[in-house]
C-alpha cells in the first residue's frame, strides 16, 4: 500500500446495553472501542494500510484495552501516549422502530481532553506519515486539543504530509466552553487535501450564505463546496453522505463527492432495512474514501467505494468497520447476498 | 401531576426464550415482570404520575422480585399483599417472520387468583386515589377475583374514584370455570368512565347486534361504542387500537376513540417495521390515553398521545413501556430517528 | 404414520458467531448441530414420523453431543457407528443487510469422511425403512463416502425402499480431490423416486443442454425435469425452492416441483421479511415435500406444505426446523400472527 | 447390560439464578431437569444400561422439552405420558459459605401429581424391565400418586421386576395434605430388594424405637437396617450416604451398606472441597451402587462405586451425573487428578 | 421497627468483568449498584427498618437506574436531588488465589462530588429521621461534600438525630486534593454515637500515640477506642471487624466493638473459605450492628449480627448485603447449611 | 528490556465449556487462544519484553483472529505465515473436585503441523533476536515441523541467539506418528542454554538410568540434571515446577532449578486454594525464569519470580499469564490480598 497514515484522536470506550434494551434495563454492558478516527483507522487498516494512532489514554487497564484492541485490528499503538486522568466513555442504548438510539456521553475530565498540546511532538510523530487524519471532535474538545490538532496540521503541512479533515461538528461538545468553532476549525481545513463534511460543517466555518438556501441538499452541499474551494487552496475534495431514516433500522443512503475542478460525483441512495449498528458509518465511508484517494483510484470509484463500506458498515456491530476490502468489493460489483461458504 | 392512580390486578413473571428461540431450545429464560394493570401502571409512573399497585402476590422470592420490579419503576406498592400460594407465570417464545409468538400461561392457583375478595379493603386502598384502573383479565380468573373487581369498582364509584376499564377478554381464561363474562364484567363497565375496548369486548356484554355488520373495522367500533354509550351512562369515552399484521415483526397500528357526545377521533396507522416486543402494546395505549385525560388534554391529544406510547412500546424490551413522557412527545412531533446525542 | 425413514449422511457442528458479529469478534461461539440429512430427519421426527439417524461420528464428547442433539429432536440414532476421528465442523458469522453470512468448513479428515463404505452393512441398516433419504454432500467428501451412499442406494433399491435424493451441489468439496460428479451422483439419480434439485443439479450429471437457455428459472427447471424423467425411469417427481435476495434479511421464496406426467406445480413465491437463519432451509422444505408424499397427499398439498415448512425454517435459530406439522400447516392455511395465547 | 431398569417419578423443570446470586437478583433463570428418579434414570444410562423413564408430563412444550433431554442422554421416554396440566418447577438458589441454598418448589397441582393412578397400565410398563426404580417423593404428592406408586410395586412384585426404594423422606410434602406416610410408604418398603434410606426414614414407617438412641450415625443406621430387614423379608440391602458439612462448597460424604445378612460396609468419607452443584448427589449414590447390583458385583464394590458416584456428581452442575461409568472407576481407583489430555 | 433511618452518601455504578477475568478480558462488564452509605441502607431495608437514602445523582439514565436499583431493594429515594455532572463508577476485577481484587475509580467530577453544601435542607432532609448514617468517603471527596457532611452532623445533634458514623478512610481520596483529615473528620466523630472504625480511623483525627504499639490488634483497638471516648463525649461504642486473608478467596473474619463504660465485646474469627463478593462487607457488619441498636438489644448481640451479617455479606454477589434478618439470625444461631427446601 | 525474544510454535483456539460444565452441557464455548509457546511469548511481552512470534496459521478468519489476540497482548506477529489448512483446536471441559479437566484436541492437519520445514527462513526470521523460545510440542507434531524445529535451533546457535527449550513431553502426540522422539529432542537440547524439564523429559532423551530412582521428585530432579548437564555442554539451567494436587482446584505448587556449576534452588511449595485455570501455568512458569534470565538477575531471584509467575497464572482464565511484572513482583514480596483500590 501507498505510505503510512496516522490518525490522531480520542479513543473512547462504548459501554452498550445489550440488543435493543434501555440503558442498565438489565445489568450488563457490552464493551466496544470507538473513536471517529480510530474508527477510519481500523477501517484502513483492515483493508492492508500501514497505520498508526496518535493520541493520549488514560495510563490504566481501560486505556491498556483500548490500545489492545486497535492493534487486534492492525493498527499501530506505539506513538500513544499514556498519561494520568481518566477513560473516555459514552454509553449507548441503541434504539428500533420509532425510539432513537440514545447516547450519553462520559468524556469529561479525559486523559486525551486535558492532555497539553505541548506533550506532542508533531514531527516525530509524522516522520514517515503519508497522511494524517483528523476530525472537527478533537478540537472541540477544549483549548489543550484545539491548539494539539492546530499544531498537527500545521506541522504536517510543513512536511508535506497529506491532510484528512472530517467535520464531525457536536453543537454540545462546542457548548461546554468558549471556544469559536469558525477560528478554530478554520486552520484545520485550511491545511487539508479532503474533508469530510456537508454544508453545516462548511457554514460553521465560512458562516452562512445570504439568500435562501437551494432547494436541494445536493445542490446546497454543491454550492457550499464550491465557497470552501474558493476559501481554502489547498482543499481538492469534499465529500459526504446522504442519509433518509424510515425508521431506526431502516434508512437510504447514498454519497457526493464534489471536486475542485468543479465535478460532482453521486452515488444513488441504497436502501439499508435492518441496520445493526449506525455508529462509525460515517467514518467507516471516509475510510472508504480515503482507500482509494490513497491508492490513486479515480474519484467515482473512491466514492464508490467509500459508499459501499459506509453501508456496510451499518451491518456489523461496534464503531468499528471489520470489513476487508474484498467485502467491499463485492458490494461495490452487487455479488449475490446468498450465504458464502 | 393529577391525583393518585392505582392499579388492581395479578402480577405475573414473565419467562423468554432468548432472542427468536423457541421455549427450551436453549437452557435459558429471561426474566421480566408484567401484568395488564402493572403494564399501565409502570408506563402512568415514568409518565410522572404517582401510581400505586394493588393486589396479592406470593410469599416468597418471586413475589418480592415481581414488587421490587414495580417499585424499581416508580411504582409504589406497600398496599399489595403477600399471601400463600405462587406466583402467576407465562413463558413466552418470541416468533419471527410468518411464525407466531407462543405465550405459555402458568397461572393456575396463583395467590392472586385464589386471595379472597373480603381480603380487600377497598375503602383504605382507594383513599387518595383519583383514578382506579383495571381490566377483564382478573374477573376472567375465578370467582374470588371476579367479586374482588365488582367490590374495587363499587367502592371507586362510591367515593368518586373515576373508574378506567381495558377489555382484555380472554376465551380461553372464562372457558376455565363457570363465570358468565357478561353477567360479571357488565358491572365493571357500568362504573367505567373510560373502556379500552373494541366491538368484540362490547358484544361480550351486550351480546352480538342482529342483521349484518358493518363494512368496516371503525365502523363497527363506532356502532358497538353507541351500543354502550347507551348502555352504561356513565361511560364517557372508549378507544382502541386497530392492528394489521403482515409478518411478525412488521404490524400497522392505528387508533381509535368514540365519545359519549358523539365524537369519533381517529389515528391514522403507523407502519412497524421491525418490532421488538409485541407484549403489552396495548397497555401502553391505554397508559397514554389516561396520561392525556388524567391531565385534562382534549381527547384527540390524549388519542394520539396513547397512539404514540402504543408504538413505541413495540420497540421496548419486556412488556413494560419504559419510554417516558418526552418520549412519546417526540414521536407525536415527528421529531427526526437519528441517534440523539 | 407410513413406514420408517431413514437419513443417511454427516453430522456437523456449527459454532456461530453470537447474533451478527464477525467470527471471534467476541470471544464465544454458539453450538448447534446440523448437517443436510440430519436437517430432514430431525424436521420429519417433529412432524411425527419415525425416523433413524444412518452414518458415522466421531468417538468422543462431541460425537456423542452431537448424537444426544438428534435424540433429542426424536431421531433414532442407535445405528450411527462411532469411529476415530474428528467431528466435522462449521463455523458460521451469520451477515446482515448487504454483508452476506459466511460459512468456514473444518471438516477435513472427519470420522464421516473417513469411514469405509464396508462398515456399512445396509441389508442391517436399511431393514424396516420404507424410505431413505440422502444427499449429494456425502459423495461429494471422498472416494469413501462416494462408495458407501453407492451401496447405500443400490441396497435400498434392491430391497423395496424408496430413495429420497436431494442434489445439493457443492463444488468446492468435489474441487477437493478427483472424484467426477457426473459419475458419481448418477447412480443416485437412477435410483431416486424424488430428487430435490433445480437445473443447476440437473446439468452436473446429464452436462448441459445445447443451444440458448429458456428465459426464465421456471422454464429452465421444467426443461431439466424433462430430460430427468427420460434419463432415470425410476425417478417421479423432481422439487426445488426459488429464492430472490433482496438483502441477508429479505428474500422471497417460492417452490417448484415437476411430475413425471408432466405436471408442473408452483407455489408463488412468499416475502421472508426478517429472516432469523436461513441456513437448513432447503433441507426443511424437502421434509415438508416428503412429509406429504409419505402420507400420500397429492403433490400440490405436498409442495405447498414443503414450502410453507421452507418458509418457517427462516424464522427458527440452528439448522433444524422445529416447527411441528401444526405450526406448517397454520401458515399453508393462511393463519393469523398474532401472539398464540 | 444386565436387563432393562425403569424409573417411575416426575420430571421436573429446574429454574435457577446465575452463579451464586439470589432468585432474580439478575433478571435470568439457568434452566435444567430434574426428579429423583429420573436422575437416577439418566446416570444409569450413562453407564450403558437400558434404561426407561415412567409418569407423566404436562402436554406442552415444558413436558416435551423435559422428556427431550432425558432421550438426550439415552432414556427412552416413550412410555411417559402426556397430560394437561402444568409442569412441575422448582426455583433453585446456590448459596455459599455460610449462605444456605434455597429450593423453592412450584409444584402444585402438575400433571405429574393430578394423573389417575388408574391411567398406568403397569403389565404393559414393566413388560421386559429386569429393575423398578422409585422414591419416596411419589407418593409423597397427594393420593393418586400415592396409589401409582403402590400399583407399581404390586405389579413389580408379581411379575418379578425387582424394586429399588429411596426413601427420600420430604416431610413438607406430607404436609400438605392428609396421607399417612407410615401407612403409605410401607408397601413400598415391603417390596423393594434395595432402599436407599437412613434411619430417620425407616423411622417413619416403624415408628422410632423406645429408649436412647445410639451415640453415632452409623450405629444408628445399624440398628435401623436390623429392624428394616425384620419388618421387610424381601429387603437386602440398605445404602445411604452420610454427609458433614463445614460450608455450603465443602462437605465431606462417605457411605454405609447394610446387608440381610448382618453385614456392614463402609466407606470413608471423602473431603469434597469446591462443590459445583450438591442437588442429585444422593440419586447419583444410588444409581452407582444399582449399577454394581445389576452387573452383579459384591457389595463393597458396589457401595464403593456409588460413593464415587456420589461424590463426583457434586462436581458436575445440573441434578443429573453426566459422568460415566470410566470417569467413576478413575475416582475409585485414585486415579490422578491433572488435566487429562 | 423503631425510627426512619438516613443515609447520607454517594451512590456509585459499579463495573465489574464477568468472574474472574481482569478487565476488559473480555468485552462484557456486569453493572451493580454501591455505595458505602447505600450499602447500609439497602441492608436495614432488608431487615425491615424505614430508611431514606440522601444525596445527589447524576440527572441522566444511569442516576435514574441508580436510584431504581435502591427503590427495587426497599429504600426511599424520594429526597435525593438530581443534578448535572457524571455518575461516579468503579470498575471491578475481582481476583482469585494470590491474585488481588483491583478496584479502578472513576468518580472525578461527579455529581455528588461537585453539588454544593448550600443545597441540602438538613432540617427537612432529617425531619422524622431518628438516625444518621454517614462515613469518612464522603468528607474524603472534596470541600463540598466535607461542608455537607459537617453541616448534615451538626443539624442532626441540634434536632436529636443519632449519628452513625463509618470511618472508612481512603487515603488516596485525601491525597487528591488539600483537605486535613484530622480538621474535617472530627466534627464528624464529635457528633457520633456510634463510629465504625479501628485504631487506624481514630489514629488519623487524634494523631497517633506516642510510645510502641500494643502487641496485638484488639489491644490496639482498644487503646484507640479509650482516646476516642475521652476526646468525643458523644460517642457511646466504637465497633469493627478483624480479617486474616490466606487468600483472595479465604478469610477469616471477627468483630470488636468497645463501649464507652470500658466494655470489650469480641466474636470470634470465622473462617469463610469460599467468599464470592468482599465489597461491601464492612458495610453490612455496619448495618448489622445498627440494626441491633436501633432494636434496643444489648451489645452483645448487636454484634454477633452484625458480624453475622458481615460473614453472609461475602456470600452474596454485588456490593449489597441481601439477605434478611433470619438469614443472618440462622447463622447467629449456626443452623445448618444443606439446601434449604 | 534486553533484547528480543522469538516464540516458534503453534497457535491454537481452545474452545472452553462455560464454567465447570462438561463439553456440550449447554450450547456455548467459550474461545481463548493458545499454545505453549505463545503462551510464553504473551507473558514475557506483558513483562515488557520486545516478542516476536514465528510459525504458520491457518489463513482464514479464525488464524487471523488468533494473531489478533496475540497483537492484542502485545505480540509481533508479522513474521508469522499464512497458509492453507484448518486451525488446530482444543476444546477443554474444566473439571471440580475430583472430576478431572478433559481437554480433546483437534489439531489434525493444522496449517501449523503441515507447513514444510523449507518455508521458514531462518536467518531472517531469526535476525534480531536474542532468545529463541520453543517446546517438545512442536516436534512432536510430525516430520515436517519436526525439522522446523531442528532447523531453527541450527540457525539460533549459528547466529548466537540463546535458545530456551521446554520439554512438554507428550507421549499421545509422539504415538500418532513414527517420529522417535529421542532422536528428535536429542539436538534441540543440545542447542539450549535454558531447559524447562524435569526426569522424564530427561529421561525421554537420555534414557532411563538404571538401578532404582531415587526416594524424592528432587533427587531424582537433581540427577536427572547432572546427566543432562554432562549429555549437553551448552546447557546451563534446568528449572521445573513441582505440583501435588488434593483436587483438581487445591494444588501445592513449588519449583526446582538445577544450575551446571551443581547448583540447586528451591522454591518451597505454596497453597493454590482456588484454582481458576490450571492450563499455561508452565509456560507462565518458564515465562517468568526467563524473565529474570534475560534480565541478568540471579538464578534463585529469577525461579522465585517464576515460580510466583506460574501460580498467578493459576488464578488468570485462560491460557495467557495476563499478569504483569508488578503483580508478580507483589506475590514474591508476600504483599497483602485485600482488594487494591
Chains 1, 2, 3, 4, 5, 6 share one sequence.
Not at 18 to 32: D, I, K, N, Y
Not at 284 to 302: E, N, R
Request: net charge neutral; hydrophobic share 45%; glycine share 12%.
Amino acid at each position: 500500500m501507498s505510505g503510512r497514515i496516522v490518525c490522531f484522536g480520542e479513543l473512547l470506550l462504548r459501554l452498550a446495553a445489550p440488543g435493543r434494551e434501555l440503558l442498565l434495563q438489565s445489568p450488563a454492558l457490552e464493551v466496544r472501542i470507538g473513536g471517529a478516527e480510530a474508527n477510519v483507522g481500523v477501517s484502513l487498516a483492515r483493508f492492508g494500510h500501514d497505520v498508526g494512532m496518535l493520541g493520549t489514554v488514560a495510563d490504566n487497564a481501560l486505556g491498556r484495552a483500548a490500545l489492545g484492541e486497535l492493534r487486534r485490528h492492525g493498527v499501530d499503538t506505539r506513538a500513544v501516549r499514556m498519561a494520568g486522568g481518566r477513560m473516555g466513555l459514552y454509553f449507548l442504548a441503541t434504539g428500533a422502530g420509532h425510539r432513537p438510539s440514545e447516547v450519553l456521553y462520559d468524556r469529561a475530565a479525559s486523559a486525551f481532553a486535558s492532555a497539553p498540546a505541548s506533550g506532542y511532538d508533531w514531527d516525530a510523530l509524522l516522520r514517515g506519515a503519508a497522511w494524517l487524519h483528523l476530525s472537527g471532535v478533537t478540537p472541540a474538545l477544549g483549548a489543550a486539543t484545539a491548539a494539539a490538532a492546530a499544531d498537527a496540521v500545521r506541522a504536517a503541512v510543513a512536511s508535506g504530509v497529506r491532510v484528512s479533515f472530517d467535520g464531525n461538528f457536536r453543537p454540545k461538545l462546542w457548548a461546554a466552553w468558549d471556544g469559536d468553532p469558525a477560528t478554530i476549525l478554520r486552520p484545520l481545513l485550511e491545511g487539508a487535501e479532503i474533508a469530510f463534511a456537508d454544508h453545516r460543517d462548511i457554514d460553521v466555518v465560512l458562516g452562512a450564505e445570504a439568500g435562501d438556501p437551494p432547494d436541494t441538499h445536493e445542490q446546497r452541499f454543491a454550492r457550499a463546496a464550491r465557497r470552501a474551494f474558493e476559501a481554502f487552496p489547498r482543499l481538492q475534495r469534499i465529500a459526504c453522505t446522504t442519509r433518509v431514516q424510515s425508521s431506526v433500522e431502516h434508512h437510504a443512503l447514498g454519497a457526493l463527492m464534489a471536486t475542485r475542478g468543479g465535478g460532482l460525483h453521486r452515488v444513488e441512495p441504497r436502501e439499508l432495512p435492518a441496520i445493526v449498528d449506525r455508529i462509525g458509518g460515517g467514518d467507516a465511508f471516509a475510510a472508504g474514501v480515503l482507500h482509494g484517494l490513497v491508492l490513486g483510484w479515480d474519484d467515482a470509484d473512491s466514492l464508490r467505494f467509500g459508499h459501499a463500506a459506509g453501508c456496510l458498515k451499518h451491518a456489523v456491530p461496534g464503531d468499528f468497520n471489520l470489513c476487508d476490502a474484498d467485502d467491499v468489493m463485492a458490494l461495490v460489483r452487487g455479488e449475490r447476498l446468498d450465504v458464502k461458504r
